[in-house]
């Protein structure tokens, strides 16, 4: 391990951008567990030093990877989870299992700081109350002091609406040191700034009016579930809303409009522009240069249910500078 670097577990680890933010912010992966195919194709495009292991984390036993064992933090992006009420049947309970599984995995690793990812609602809702009971009696068992915050990736510069659910468990002097990251931005960049260079790329003469009109944050990204269908960019009242920033987001294009392309503000919101995968790989703070591999759906699947990775550096500054003066 570099000096003044600490090392680090990814467990589901999807495409990346919590490893990504971390990495950025001084951690180190020994190990990232992934089931998806796709994701650890691009875990390794990207980071072809990493060690990726693809496997169901219900199925990962830490004793059989040493290094994995007494790492600094161990870090999850999980599905978001289900709420009881929609878990009567065994196979809606995928969700809640791994989040489960992470919490037994703490048990086995023994990480210094344990840091994970989901939807707000696990933080106060109280639909959940029960798995944030769980999380507390089993981790403050082991030594760990739990926090819950939600934390907004407008707030860290990412050009979208999208509330992050967190909870970290830490340990010793750990514990008392760790604060949660202040927000860097004031006014977030808008979904127009930050795509209008690629929407222009292909010579569309209406790139620079449709970027005005682009002129907010977009809404949250969704779809990364593979019981979903196609590539789209979600239900009802969220197109409803793309639609306002003058997208079409019935579906993913394959390309950017060219020099051909006529829109019309005003008009049919079919003949809108569509955003490709790697313009929403853009509104959830990736970098331009981070690939995705597999066909579309299967990308854009990847980024639907992403961690940015501005948060996830933002968060790992902070945790890192607890660790380093603990």
């Known amino acids: 391990m570099t000096a003044g670097r600490f090392s680090s577990l990814e ?37 072809p030093g990493w060690d990726v292991r693809q496997t169901d984390l219900r199925d990962f036993v830490a004793q059989e990877h040493p290094s994995a064992l007494g790492v600094d933090l161990m870090a999850a992006g999980l599905p978001r989870i289900r709420s009881t009420a929609s878990t009567k049947r065994p196979e809606d309970r995928y969700e ?12 086995e690793v023994q990480p210094r700081v344990l840091l994970i990812e989901n939807l707000p609602g696990l933080v106060d809702a109280a639909e959940f109350g029960d798995l944030r009971q769980f999380m507390r009696d089993e981790l403050e068992h082991l030594g760990y002091v739990t926090h819950f915050r939600v934390l907004n990736a407008l707030s860290f510069g990412v050009p979208q609406d999208r509330p992050l659910g967190l909870v970290t468990a830490l340990r010793g002097d750990v514990a008392s040191r760790f604060r949660w990251p202040e927000p860097s931005h004031r006014t977030p960049p808008t979904v127009g700034a930050v795509l209008w260079k690629s929407m222009a790329a292909r010579g569309w003469r209406g790139a620079t009016t449709w970027a005005a009109r682009a002129d907010r944050p977009a809404p949250t990204v969704v779809g990364g579930s593979d019981r979903r269908g196609g590539a789209d960019l979600g239900p009802t009242g969220t197109k409803k809303a793309w639609a306002r920033l003058g997208v079409n987001g019935a579906s993913v294009g394959d390309t950017v409009p060219d020099a051909s392309f006529d829109w019309d503000p005003d008009g049919d919101v079919r003949q809108f522009p569509r955003l490709t995968v790697e313009q929403v790989a853009l509104l ?14 299967a990308r ?15 968060l790992g500054e902070c945790l890192a500078s607890a660790l380093a003066e603990a």
Do not use: I, M
Not at 22 to 45: I, K, M, S, W
Not at 284 to 297: E, N
């Open 11 to 47: 467990v589901c680890a999807g495409a990346g951008g919590l490893a990504l933010g971390l990495e950025a912010a001084g951690f180190d992966p020994v190990l990232l567990v992934e089931q998806n195919r796709h994701a650890c194709a691009t875990l390794r495009l990207n980071r």
């Open 96 to 107: 809640r299992e791994l989040l489960e599984a992470v919490v037994w995995l703490t048990v």
């Open 284 to 297: 959830q703070g990736f970098p331009p240069d981070w690939r995705l591999a597999g066909g579309k759906t």
């Open 300 to 314: 854009y699947r990847q980024l639907g249910h992403a961690s940015p990775p501005p948060v996830a550096q933002a």
